[in-house]
């Protein structure tokens, strides 16, 4: 047999071959999720924002301006979950609402700490859970649908401890605190009387998702400040169904330690205690999808070019304007994702403020996005939902 046909008859056996290969079925839907499509495998994450009264006071935006707000920062969250990951997590904007009057003292007055500018993050965690037996709630009970609290507020890890002449109820399976960290509340009430509890930004428990709970999250109404914080708390609940790059809690062998706070302690407790076995009924419930309450997703920066009245520098430095030319002082290699603002003409004499990062979902170099100062190639840009 000559050359040229015995090239041919290999082309066919190995055109046969491929075609015929076990699980090349399979290709094609690998190939969607790591481009960012929704497949079958798809985590689906809902967030109902619930605003309190200092994040509305302290944010510029009104009415329509700020549900574009919240829409568009719950899009910047799904933003940080487009990586090239499997199950890919799509997370999705439910709604958003004002906290009412009642729930404004139960999760946000009733918790603050002595200096009136911080809460008491695992108090408020443990009071969302009451907010199951309400009607209006009813169908975020068991769901991968999340209720989102929004503050200005400072947030802790802090839970109050039990006075000795308390009396403590045993929680029951579904409570989200172990009976260890209960008594590592008594630990740290003798070991660490005044205790520093430092500002976490946001605060969930870990595999939380498919039972009911919730996440208390900090955002100056501005500049999406809290979407980083509110990521790694979507990572937080997900628990072992995430397998992304987000870095969440690191529990080591002395998580149990008077050191550490009672949350931690808990937290890493259940984060010991869930296996990869209790992923089976997390997967029927997260793949429940939520697209018919996707309608049209969007991010940070569409927020802004379509309310142009509106800047990223104006919101961060009141009164300042991109500078003409790029400052000095911008992270080398990170320009296209930082913004350098510069005071009013008649201010001319003082120096640009320190950069700041572009709006998540900025296009960068080689059709990437910034996602929190980086660019970030090989995610999608379409804000379809």
């Keep these: 047999m000559n050359a040229p046909k015995l090239r041919e008859l290999l082309l066919l056996l190995l055109s046969a071959s491929v075609s015929a290969a076990p699980g090349s079925s399979d290709v094609a839907p690998n190939l969607a999720a790591c481009a960012g499509e929704d497949n079958d495998d798809t985590l689906y994450v809902g967030l109902h924002i619930l605003t309190d009264q200092s994040f509305r006071a302290c944010s510029p935006y009104r009415k329509g301006t700020l549900e574009d707000y919240l829409r568009a920062f719950v899009g910047a969250v799904d933003l940080y ?3 090239s990951r499997l199950p890919a997590v799509k997370v999705v904007f439910l709604g958003a609402s004002d906290l009412t009057e009642d729930e404004e003292h139960k999760f946000i007055r009733k918790h603050r700490d002595a200096s009136g500018t911080t ?14 037996t309400e009607d209006k709630y009813q169908d975020y009970v068991g769901s991968n649908k ?25 929680p029951d399976d579904d409570y989200s605190y172990s ?14 009387k005044e205790k520093k509890f430092e500002n976490v930004g946001a605060l969930s428990n870990y595999g939380s998702i498919c039972s009911f709970n919730g996440i208390i999250g900090q955002d100056n109404g ?6 980083s914080a509110a990521a790694t708390q979507v990572a ?13 809690r690191v529990c080591d062998d002395e998580y149990m330690e008077p050191s550490n706070t009672p949350f931690h302690s808990s937290d890493c407790s259940t984060k010991n205690k869930l296996s990869d076995s209790s992923t089976n009924d997390m997967r029927e419930c997260l793949t429940s999808s939520l697209k018919n309450k996707e309608e049209k997703t969007t991010n940070p920066s569409n927020f802004f070019e379509t309310h142009k009245e509106w800047t990223p520098c104006g919101v961060s430095y009141t009164g300042s304007k991109k500078c003409e030319e790029a400052s000095s002082t911008l992270p080398e290699g990170e320009g296209d994702c930082h913004i350098s603002c510069c005071p009013p003409a008649i201010f001319n004499f003082i120096p640009p403020y320190a950069p700041i990062p572009a709006p998540d979902g900025q296009v960068c170099s080689s059709n990437g996005i910034c996602i929190n100062g980086n ?6 840009t379409s804000v379809e939902g």
Aim: charged share 25%; proline share 1%; with cysteine.
């Design 236 to 248: 937080t609940i997900l628990g072992p169904m995430y397998n992304g790059s987000i870095r969440r």
């Design 179 to 192: 009976e260890s960290s209960e008594s590592s509340l008594e630990i740290s009430a003798r070991s660490k």
């Design 146 to 170: 999340v209720i989102f609290i929004l503050t200005w507020f400072n947030i802790t890890e802090e839970i109050t401890e039990n006075k000795a002449d308390d009396k403590v109820s045993i």
């Design 119 to 132: 809460l008491k993050g695992g108090d408020v965690l443990k009071e969302m859970m009451d907010i199951a």
């Design 81 to 83: 979950f487009r990586e």
């Design 222 to 227: 501005k500049n999406f400040s809290g979407v």
């Design 375 to 380: 660019c970030s190639s090989g995610i999608s």
